[in-house]
């Protein structure tokens, strides 16, 4: 555990800039960043070291970033405020 802790603490910056850049929103890039290494961790050991840590993990950060803005945007469409919770009045017969 202590392994991945230094991990952590060597790329978090760079996996929190990438999710701040595409998602403009610092609580989001928090959010993206702890799901990005939780992601890394459950993955670690598909990782092939062909490629540098830092780039498997950018693009982890990135997917991870794509799929949290499609998500929002899912959400955004499917707010309150263009569905209704309650049924329309039936119309009387």
């Not at 910056?13 to 929103?25: H, I, P």
């Not at 469409?77 to 009045?89: I, M, Q, T």
């Amino acid at each position: 555990m202590s392994s991945f802790k230094e991990l952590f603490d060597e790329y978090s910056s760079l996996v929190f800039n990438v999710a701040l850049r595409m998602l403009q929103n610092k609580e989001d890039a928090e959010d993206v960043t702890q799901d990005t290494f939780l992601q890394a961790h459950v993955s670690i050991k598909n990782f092939r070291s062909e490629s540098q840590l830092s780039t498997w993990l950018y693009r982890i950060a990135v997917n991870t970033s794509l799929n949290f803005q499609r998500k929002m945007k899912r959400a955004r469409f499917l707010s309150p405020n263009f569905v209704s919770s309650e049924p329309e009045d039936a119309a009387e017969v």
